[in-house]
């Protein structure tokens, strides 16, 4: 079982994305995925209701999914933790405790534009187009995650 975990600011909009597109294309009995916030504002909550309506419209239900906030048992629980921007990738990194741990940490759009460190901008004060938008480099980045994984890769 390889485990994987999305990490945003808020876990409200965009690893909630992350989250769902990539379960959608993985095989829940050899991928366990999961999504957290280094910020600790909505715990407890769902996903943004524009992460879930763009989310419906390409028959991804995320409504089961709950915020919660990244902790530094994450590094023991998941394989690989992909971050949205480089603020997650500081966030993350400062609680990381080893070479193991900081090896574990990537940024997620690295995996199409290799190298590149562009981010996934947050969509929370933008409109839903820009919803549309991150859920299109999302999904174009969760490809080239499965084709990864499924050639062993990672
Ligand atoms: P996310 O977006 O990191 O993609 O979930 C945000 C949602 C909420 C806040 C910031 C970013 N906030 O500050 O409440």
Do not use: W
């Not at 590094?75 to 405790?97: E, G, K, P």
């Not at 820009?130 to 499965?146: P, Q």
């Amino acid at each position: 079982m390889k485990r994987i975990l999305m990490v945003c600011l808020g876990n409200i909009c965009r690893s909630p994305l992350a989250e769902g597109i990539l379960k959608s294309k993985v095989d829940s009995q050899k991928y366990f995925i999961d999504s957290a916030g280094t910020g600790g504002y909505h715990i407890g909550k769902l996903p943004d209701s524009r992460s879930i309506a763009v989310a419906k419209k390409y028959n991804i239900d995320i409504t089961d999914q709950r915020c919660r906030q990244f902790e530094q048992s994450d590094f023991d629980n998941f394989d690989m933790i992909y971050v949205m921007d480089s603020f997650n990738m500081q966030d993350v990194l400062s609680l990381a405790r080893n070479k193991e741990d900081r090896a574990k940490v990537k940024l997620i759009l690295n995996e199409i534009f290799p190298g590149e460190n562009v981010d996934v901008p947050d969509p929370y004060h933008d409109s839903e187009r820009g919803f549309e938008n991150v859920y299109k480099m999302l999904d174009k980045a969760c490809n080239v995650i499965v084709e990864r994984l499924e050639n062993g890769e990672y």
